[in-house]
């Protein structure tokens, strides 16, 4: 059964750009989840799907971040237009939900910004 | 809502001994906790899932205790090894309903041969 895939594996973007970032989850899991990590802040919750319905807008990036999920097996994570701070490791897991809350990470996309 | 303290952000051991890491946590209603293991450069990879019903559980190499009262859970790696190396993260579901799970700030574990 295949895990999480995250594409790109890396991006180096400049400042200004805009970047999109995909994920698939496992198939049949029904929440997905975007991360930032970065060394100083951790793992910081982007945003939050049930069932494909947003449920966590991300608070804080909300201005220039934004995930989408048009199906059940597929994510993007948008960010416009990209900052040097940006920067970071951005990991997408999914979970069955419902009950079942362990998270099945993907393997991250690691943004560059210059 | 919960909050998370994982402690201690870092910690170095030699080979062959134990090392524990430990995390509180604020909310009584808790229920199920994690534990993550993220090698370099890799992506954070499931090492236990833990109920509140359950105090002890053991793993391959290690053990994780779960003390209720004091709500505190602690990953404790008996013989550490090189391949030990990493950063462990612990994590606490969230029981309002919304099944986050609240992090905790990470551990970076390493084992000296």
């Known amino acids: 059964d295949a895990g999480v895939t995250q594409t790109p594996r890396h991006e180096v973007a400049e400042k200004g750009q805009t970047i999109i970032l995909k994920c698939e989850p496992v198939?049949?899991?029904?929440?997905l989840f975007w991360y930032r990590q970065t060394k100083i802040q951790g793992l910081e919750l982007l945003s939050y799907f049930r069932s494909k319905s947003l449920m966590e807008d991300g608070g804080a990036f909300k201005d220039r971040f934004k995930a989408e999920m048009l199906n059940s097996s597929f994510s993007t994570l948008k960010i416009q237009p990209t900052e040097p701070k940006d920067s970071a490791v951005y990991l997408c897991?999914?979970?069955?939900?419902?009950?079942?809350?362990?998270?099945?990470f993907g393997p991250g996309t690691r943004l560059t910004v210059l | 809502g919960e909050q998370v303290e994982q402690r201690p952000p870092h910690l170095s051991v030699r080979e062959g001994d134990s090392a524990v890491i430990t995390c509180t946590y604020t909310d009584p209603n808790s229920y199920y906790f994690f534990w993550y293991k993220q090698e370099p450069g890799a992506s954070l990879q499931l090492l236990m899932k833990?109920?509140?019903?359950?105090e002890i559980n053991e793993g391959q190499g290690f053990t994780v205790l779960l003390n209720k009262k004091d709500k505190r859970l602690s990953l404790n790696l008996t013989a550490a090894h090189p391949g030990d190396s990493a950063a462990y993260f612990c994590a606490v579901s969230d029981s309002s309903g919304s099944w986050q799970l609240i992090f905790g700030s990470g551990t970076q574990l390493t084992v000296m041969p």
């Open positions: 198939s049949g899991h029904n929440d």
């Open positions: 897991a999914s979970s069955l939900g419902q009950g079942a809350y362990e998270q099945y």
């Open positions: 833990v109920f509140s019903s359950t």
